[in-house]
């Protein structure tokens, strides 16, 4: 294994201001506008020389008090000479009162019901896409199809799925995607979003792989006989590798390093080769790619049940990052994909990273520090006598960077919502009362059992075998 990368890193992205800041404008923000503008002249009197054709002196006359009704300024005159800009609320009429003065009597419809009128939603001018979404029963692809039918920018959604889901605007087929049948489905469709993906950690491997590759190249065939000119995959950042010497953050066109060990990720590989060749084999259809960070929101992958144990195991000499992406914002980039405001291979996450003191931190769970060897000798034997789901190369992307820029959805003008702390919040609560080791879930009677102190000494334990069989086959 190559030498860890040192503890110095390259500076740290600034994370966005968060939701919900006032603006830096006074006036925005229901201030008083900047002091300095002088009173302007009476109704009737802008610009006027005073009396005696003396301009630039002061116009003679009486005091305030002494001063008739029409010689009185604005400020001096009673309710009953002022002009109705003049005036204050109580003493101006019903037709001269502002909404907020009126009462209910004098109020529009609009200003009865006590909410601001809403501003008329603005129609989309540009040209707007048929947009269809495998998958798009549960999920991401649910709220994908939920975002596009509510869309101005979209003139019709198609969703596929297995089943049918719960977005009625949405017009439906239900089949499977690896069915040839769905070219004819897609005949009309400008662009297709393809999220049908089996990335379950309890599946069999071979089926998931079969599913994941088989289903994108019939999308990917199908879509070009039907004339589609986009298709948008999703894989994951995971596919760029984590490494020691990746650069923090890494760029979309960084070499994609990673290898087959870890979960799912021999089928995220094998969907990234299929995009770099669809459009050779298929002119005329463009691919987009998107790589979102660590996902929450939802999901269960090793990423997240790393969360779930006592201890965050860190392995001894790595350098941990961590970067996130809530279900909300990839929902948000694959929008933006779908109607062809980014394109190419697009990684999307949160804005900058955290350290893993930081997340130890945020989270007040206690780090178990286990030396390489030991830490990835259990996991792999523990993955080999299926014990847990999670091969020993899930391990390296808890033990190394794999940060991404997410430049071109920057360039594009889009921003994550979200912060990696709050994300990190968010996972949390999710995976309250869940408890994992080693990748393996374990039920509500094997937590009490087990309890923080006896996953983290099963864990120990483990480790403990491997050595004693270590000595044993030394001296045998």
Request: glycine share 12%; charged share 25%.
């Amino acid at each position: 294994m190559s030498s860890p990368a040192p503890t110095v890193r390259a500076a740290r992205k600034p994370l966005p201001a968060r939701r919900g800041c006032p603006a830096a404008d006074p006036v925005a923000r229901g201030g008083e506008a900047p002091r300095g503008e002088g009173p302007t002249d009476p109704p009737g009197q802008e610009g006027a020389a005073p009396p005696g054709g003396q301009e630039g002196a002061a116009a003679p006359g009486p005091a305030g008090a002494e001063r008739t009704g029409t010689e009185r300024t604005g400020t001096e005159r009673t309710g009953t000479e002022r002009t109705g800009a003049e005036r204050t609320g109580a003493e101006r009429t019903g037709a001269e009162r502002t909404g907020a003065e009126r009462t209910g009597a004098e109020r529009t419809g609009a200003e009865q019901t006590g909410a601001e009128p809403e501003p008329a939603r603005a129609e989309y001018a540009g040209p707007r896409p048929v947009v269809a979404v495998t998958g798009a029963a549960s999920g991401v692809g649910a709220q994908l199809t939920a975002s596009l039918v509510a869309s101005t920018e979209v003139k019709r959604v198609v969703a596929l799925d297995e089943r049918r889901g719960d977005v009625a605007e949405a017009h439906w087929h239900t089949l499977d995607v690896r069915d040839p049948a769905i070219a004819d489905r897609l005949r009309g469709v400008d662009v297709v979003v393809h999220l049908a993906l089996d990335l379950d950690l309890e599946g069999d491997p071979a089926a998931r792989t079969a599913y994941n590759v088989r289903g994108t190249q019939t999308v990917l065939t199908a879509a070009a006989a039907a004339g589609v000119h986009r298709v948008v995959l999703c894989t994951s950042a995971m596919v760029y590798g984590a490494l020691p010497d990746n650069d923090v953050p890494l760029a979309e066109d960084a070499e994609l390093r990673a290898t087959a060990d870890a979960t799912g990720v021999g089928d995220l590989l094998e969907i990234e080769r299929l995009a770099a060749r669809a459009p050779r084999a298929h002119p005329g259809l463009n691919v987009t790619v998107v790589r979102p960070a660590v996902l929450v929101g939802g999901t269960d992958t090793a990423l997240t049940r790393y969360f779930e144990s006592p201890r965050l195991l860190v392995v001894a000499g790595s350098r941990p990052v961590w970067q996130f992406c809530h279900v909300q914002d990839l929902v948000s980039a694959l929008e933006y994909a779908a109607l062809e405001k980014v394109e190419g291979e697009v990684a999307v996450g949160c804005e900058g990273w955290l350290e893993q003191e930081e997340v130890e931190e945020l989270t007040g769970i206690r780090r178990m520090e286990l030396p390489s060897a030991v830490a990835l000798g259990a996991a792999a034997r523990l993955h080999r006598i299926g014990l847990t789901p999670s091969p020993a190369g899930d391990l390296a992307y808890t033990m190394h960077p794999w940060v991404v820029s997410g430049s071109r959805l920057h360039e594009a003008g889009w921003r994550a919502k979200w912060s990696n702390e709050e994300v990190l919040a968010a996972l949390i609560e999710e995976v309250a009362g869940r408890h994992t080791v080693a990748g393996r879930r374990l039920g509500r009677k094997d937590a009490t059992a087990a309890g923080a102190a006896g996953a983290t000494v099963a864990l120990l334990g483990t480790a403990a075998l491997v050595r004693r069989a270590r000595r044993a086959r030394r001296r045998g």
